[in-house]
C-alpha cells in the first residue's frame, strides 16, 4: 500500500470481516468497506464445478430490485459468468477489469443477461477475479459490477481483500425470504417499492439504512411503511412482515429464494 493510512484503513476492513456472520452484514461491509479500495454497485459470486456449468450464485447489489433471484431469472447467467471466468484463466488467474461490458454482449449469447443489467441504471464495467479451492478442485468468482468505468481501483488492496471477501461470503447464513404470489401481492396491494421496502425490514434494516440502499430519503421509506402499515391493517413493522410472508392456507407453499 502507498501509505500509512491506506495500510490501516486496510487492515481496518480486513478485521471488520472476521464479524460477518450474516448476509445484511456482509452487504454493509462491502458497501462501507470494500467499495473505497473496488468501487462497485453490485457483486455476483459463482462458485463450483465451472467444467461442467455445475454453478451457485450469491449477489450483492445496491441497486433496487436487484437480488440473487432477479439476477437468474431476467437472463441467462451462466453464459456471462463462463466467458468471465476462462477470461480469468487466460490472465493465469490474476485479477483483470473490463471497461465496456458492450465488448462482450455479442459474445456466447451473453447479451441474455447483459440487457437486464444495463437496463438497472446502465452497468458499464466488470471487476473480475477469482479463487482456486484445492480441496474440492472447484473455482470461485468475483464479478464486481459498476455503472462507470472501472477507476480508482487499489491494484495492490484486491488480491489482499479477495481472501478475506470469499471467506466472509463462505460464512454467511442464506437468507430465505417467501416470494408470493403475484396474485397475493395484487390482493395486498403492495406495490414493487413497498415490497423492496419490506424485505429490508424484514433483515433488521432502520429507516435511514433502506433509504442508502434504496437511494432514497429516510422520509419516503417512512412514508412508504405508513401505507404499508394502512394496506396490511397492522401498527408495527414485525406485525407487517409477519402478515406479508404468511401464507395463504390455499396457497401451495411459494419456492425459496436467496435474497
Known sequence: ??????RELLLD???RSQAITRHIEFFMWLQQDIRRFLPHDMLVAAWGDFSVGRLSYDVASSIPGVHTQKVIDDGDVQPLINNLYFRWLDYDQQWYELDNLDEIADDQN??????????CRQMKSVIVHGIHDNRSNNDCLYAFFAREPATDIDEEALPLLLPHIDAAL???SDLPQADPEPCRRSAM???????????WVGMG?????IGMILDISHNTVKNHLKKIFEKLSVTSRAQAIAKYQQPDPQ???TERFHA
Not at 500500500?1 to 491506506?6: A, G
Not at 451473453?110 to 437496463?119: A, L, Q
Not at 434494516?205 to 439504512?209: D, G, V
Open 1 to 6: 500500500m502507498p501509505d500509512s493510512n491506506n
Open 189 to 199: 396491494n403492495i406495490s414493487e417499492r413497498e415490497e423492496e421496502i419490506l424485505h
Open 170 to 172: 463462505r460464512r454467511i
Open 205 to 209: 434494516k432502520t429507516n435511514a439504512e
Open 13 to 15: 476492513t480486513i478485521q
Open 251 to 253: 396457497d401451495v407453499p
Open 110 to 119: 451473453i447479451g441474455s443477461f447483459i440487457s437486464p443489467m444495463t437496463d
